[in-house]
T-cell receptor
Framework: LAKTTQPISMDSYEGQEVNITCSHN???????ITWYQQFPSQGPRFIIQ???TKVTNEVASLFIPADRKSSTLSLPRVSLSDTAVYYC????????????FGDGTTLTVKP | DSGVTQTPKHLITATGQRVTLRCSPR?????VYWYQQSLDQGLQFLIQ???????AKGNILERFSAQQFPDLHSELNLSSLELGDSALYFC??????????FGNGTRLTVT
């Protein structure tokens, strides 16, 4: 299984763009990369998923280089409510749940 | 609201006891995943069911078992409980292979 590595914590200020990188050196051909946000005492919330290149939705962008050994979650213009733990997940095979969550990155947004 | 319902929200029990955690997936979702989250272990994948059948198994102890019923709800049974089993247990659901919708978890405290 692909093991993921993320920075333990990051600080930012309101209105800034935040980029969180996840390393997944052993990613397999069929693996997808998914990012989640988690607030204390709540379940993780799906943010975005990608396989290669760039994916964008209404809340974030995901950049994946050609070798797919890393990915970067980009949050534009963060606000205080974006303070949370962000997890990178490499999904083993598109139809199996055997997946490895990273340790997560605690993002703290300051005023 | 993710559409995933977990009951009970809190559970306090003694060592050696057995408990059952219940999960109702989001309407239309066929896959159910169980995760354990403790302070020192992060989010650990336990097991996945797809339309009633076990699809993938993670680091699930032999004292733990799960099943998915014909109405697609799932139960996680934890027996011979130990202090170290105290954790948040999350259920997630999806149509296919990516755990998309998480419940808010059951907090288990073993005393």
């Amino acid at each position: 299984l692909a093991k993921t590595t993320q920075p333990i914590s990051m600080d930012s200020y309101e209105g800034q763009e935040v980029n969180i990188t996840c390393s997944h050196n052993n990613i397999a051909t069929n693996d997808y990369i998914t990012w989640y946000q988690q607030f204390p005492s709540q379940g993780p919330r799906f943010i975005i998923q990608g396989y290669k290149t760039k994916v964008t939705n209404e809340v974030a962008s995901l950049f994946i280089p050609a070798d797919r050994k890393s990915s970067t979650l980009s949050l534009p213009r963060v606000s205080l409510s974006d303070t949370a733990v962000y997890y990178c997940l490499v999904v083993f095979n598109t139809n199996a749940g055997k997946s490895t969550f990273g340790d997560g990155t605690t993002l703290t947004v300051k005023p | 609201d993710s559409g995933v319902t977990q009951t009970p929200k809190h559970l306090i029990t003694a060592t050696g006891q057995r408990v059952t955690l219940r999960c109702s997936p989001r309407s239309g979702d066929l896959s159910v995943y169980w995760y354990q989250q403790s302070l020192d272990q992060g989010l650990q994948f336990l097991i996945q069911y797809y339309n009633g059948e076990e699809r993938a198994k993670g680091n699930i102890l032999e004292r733990f078992s799960a099943q998915q019923f014909p109405d697609l709800h799932s139960e996680l049974n934890l027996s011979s409980l130990e202090l170290g089993d105290s954790a948040l247990y999350f259920c997630a659901s999806s149509v296919g292979g990516v755990p998309l919708h998480f419940g808010n978890g059951t907090r288990l405290t073993v005393t």
